[in-house]
Nanobody, 123 residues
Framework: QVQLVESGGGLVQAGGSLRLSCAASGSGFSINTMGWYRQAPGKQRELVATVTSDGNTNYSASVPGPFTISRDNAKNTVYLQMNSLKPEDTATYYC?????????????????WGQGTQVTVSS
């Protein structure tokens, strides 16, 4: 089984920065796209950014940022560097990874989610 463990959330003042991390653990798996989503209270979960296995990044136009997504394939880890944070960035942030696992042969890719990490930006 593959597990995603997130870290790096917390309370920060407006204008501050945080760096989120999400590490995948397990055996016999291969990660395709890695990404971050967020969900604020009373709102739907929304895309923040994604990064493909060859490093191509995509950022949601509805998330002003400036945020930077990156990945370390050797560590099976994706990062989200968040700068100039605003109170409206307050949300639970979830990592999402498209992963295929090897069980006798390679299975079809599936979505995996982290448990979520809370980011709170005070004004």
């Amino acid at each position: 089984q593959v597990q995603l463990v997130e870290s790096g959330g917390g309370l920060v003042q407006a204008g501050g920065s945080l760096r989120l991390s999400c590490a995948a653990s397990g055996s016999g798996f291969s990660i395709n796209t890695m990404g971050w989503y967020r969900q604020a209270p009373g709102k739907q979960r929304e895309l923040v950014a994604t990064v493909t296995s060859d490093g191509n990044t995509n950022y949601s136009a509805s998330v002003p940022g400036p945020f930077t997504i990156s990945r370390d394939n050797a560590k099976n880890t994706v990062y989200l560097q968040m700068n100039s944070l605003k109170p409206e960035d307050t949300a639970t942030y979830y990592c999402n990874e498209v992963i295929k696992v090897y069980i006798g042969n390679w299975q079809s890719p599936a979505d995996y989610w982290g448990q979520g990490t809370q980011v709170t930006v005070s004004s």
